[in-house]
């Protein structure tokens, strides 16, 4: 049975043809994006009649929650099944410390796309068996509002990233709507400033989201600033290029007017050294641009290590004295495997 959500564009159609106005369709959205109706039969303002016939026909929920973890930084995981025995994850993070209780603190998700992903990035866990489907626009904001109901009453998500299994620009048909129905005013309303797309670079994506809807942050995970290494560590990058990936960035900036962030997970050894750094600041070239270098986590069957205290910090010596904007991603969750794919192969177990 089909998502309500992923009915979106049919459903005026489908209440004109039961003699309904088309304006419920609104009605119902509310119910939905707000996550405030579990079932139909909550959703009091609908006649019984249309409850009953939108309950034979369309799914509110079409995951179930496979485990649930949580972390004693407050940070709390979801293994998600999909209707078809998929398996996904999304995450919840918390922001700590002082002023971080209360309506307005921080609290983000990080959600996925896709189950699997393609472009085989050879440290991360998502991708060792390729992709196995896209994720419905429905199936994505299932996972925002299943976060969203783990928070209590008075605490709202402020933002979401996506970050988790998937390239997100591979699936952007139903991101984009999934992603729109997030910022709906009468439903979590987070605002488009706070939602970050996470992508290997995908120009002619990039290019799409630029002309179509360029008010989100994008990151674009660089890992390497030469061609030879990011092939290496990035296997996309082969058809793809780094020049070819700064120049649809830039053309996003230009588009959006909203700082770029560039990704770089520090892998010990292979892309840590000062030669990485000087080769990074160089490609960066003076872009008003964020880097966020990510601790690399380590999985199970790989040979990656992380790298060590010293050569991190060199690394962000570097990059600092260059002028280059470093924030330096903390580490949330590891304990509860709370990244990159990582629960999903736990849980269907080694292959
Ligand atoms: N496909 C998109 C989004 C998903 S991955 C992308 O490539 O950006 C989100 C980020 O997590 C990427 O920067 C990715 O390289 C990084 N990542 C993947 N595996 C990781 C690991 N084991 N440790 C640290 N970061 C990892």
Not at 311 to 336: C, W
């Amino acid at each position: 049975m089909e998502h309500i959500l992923d009915a979106a564009s049919t459903l005026p159609e489908w209440l004109a043809s039961r003699g309904q106005p088309a304006w419920r369709a609104k009605a119902i959205r509310r119910w939905l994006h707000a996550g405030r109706a579990e079932t139909y039969a909550a959703m009091t303002d609908l006649p019984k009649g249309l409850r009953d016939a939108l309950e034979a026909e369309f799914r509110i929920w079409t995951t179930s929650i496979a485990r649930h973890t949580r972390a004693d930084d407050g940070t709390e995981k979801l293994l998600l099944e999909l209707h078809d025995g998929q398996r996904i994850e999304c995450v919840l993070l918390r922001e700590q410390g002082p002023g971080a209780e209360g309506a307005g603190a921080r609290r983000t998700v990080c959600i996925s796309s896709q189950v699997g992903c393609a472009m085989g990035c050879v440290f991360c866990a998502s991708g060792l068996d390729g992709v196995v489907r896209n994720l419905t626009t429905g199936e994505i904001v299932e996972q925002v509002l299943r976060l969203q109901a783990l928070l209590p009453a008075d605490e709202r998500l402020s933002h979401i990233v996506v970050m988790g299994m998937g390239e997100p620009l591979a699936n952007l048909d139903r991101l984009l709507p999934a992603l729109a129905a997030t910022r709906d005013p009468h439903g979590l309303g987070i605002s488009q400033r706070r939602i970050t797309i996470s992508t290997v670079g995908l120009p002619p994506a990039i290019d799409r989201l630029a002309a179509e809807d360029p008010g989100y942050n994008l990151a674009v995970s660089l890992h390497a600033a030469d061609d030879a290494l990011r092939t290496q560590l990035v296997p996309v990058n082969k058809a793809i290029g780094l020049a070819d990936v700064m120049a649809a960035a830039d053309r996003y900036w230009e588009a959006s007017g909203r700082r770029l962030t560039f990704e770089y997970v520090l892998l010990g050894r292979l892309n840590d050294q000062p030669e990485h750094a000087r080769s990074l600041v160089a490609l960066l070239g003076g872009r008003a641009a964020l880097v966020n270098v990510i601790p690399y986590n380590s999985v199970a069957g790989l040979p990656y290590e992380e790298p060590t205290p010293a050569d991190r910090e060199r690394f962000l010596d570097i990059l600092r004295s260059a002028g280059v904007n470093v924030h330096v991603r903390r580490r949330k969750g590891a304990r509860i495997d709370a990244a990159c794919g990582q629960l999903r192969r736990l849980a269907v177990g080694p292959t």
